[in-house]
Nanobody, 126 residues
Framework: QVRLAESGGGSVQAGGSLRLSCATS????????LGWFRQAPGKEREGVAA????????DYVDSVKGRFTISQDIAKNTLYLQMNSLKPEDSATYYC???????????????????WGQGTQVTVSS
């Protein structure tokens, strides 16, 4: 059974940084693409950043471009999200998720992802 385990969340002041990690229990065809999503209370789930394994295909939501970086360690089956210059609007529960291969323009669409982690809380204070 594929499991995703997230860690690295916490509370920081505006302008601070956090690094989120998502460890996958195994690699399968259904974990080819990996993404980070977030959801704040009362808001819809939003795609933040995503990539597909064994390719250079990545995408970011406009609000985090230049501040967040998604990366992976293929040997460790681990996905990362480096978050710099954090803003209060970044506060949310962050989830990692996995899907089968996706077209580049679908990478940030949550409905395509079928395997999800439990989430890790990020709180940014002003």
């Amino acid at each position: 059974q594929v499991r995703l385990a997230e860690s690295g969340g916490g509370s920081v002041q505006a302008g601070g940084s956090l690094r989120l990690s998502c460890a996958t229990s195994m690699y399968t065809y259904n974990t080819n693409c990996l993404g980070w999503f977030r959801q704040a209370p009362g808001k819809e789930r939003e795609g933040v950043a995503a990539l597909c394994r064994f390719s250079s295909t990545t995408d970011y939501v406009d609000s985090v471009k230049g501040r967040f970086t998604i990366s992976q360690d293929i040997a460790k089956n681990t996905l990362y999200l480096q978050m710099n210059s954090l803003k209060p609007e970044d506060s949310a529960t962050y989830y990692c998720a996995a899907s089968s291969p996706l077209p580049a323009d679908h990478l940030l669409q949550p409905t395509w992802y079928k395997i999800w982690g439990q989430g890790t809380q990020v709180t940014v204070s002003s």
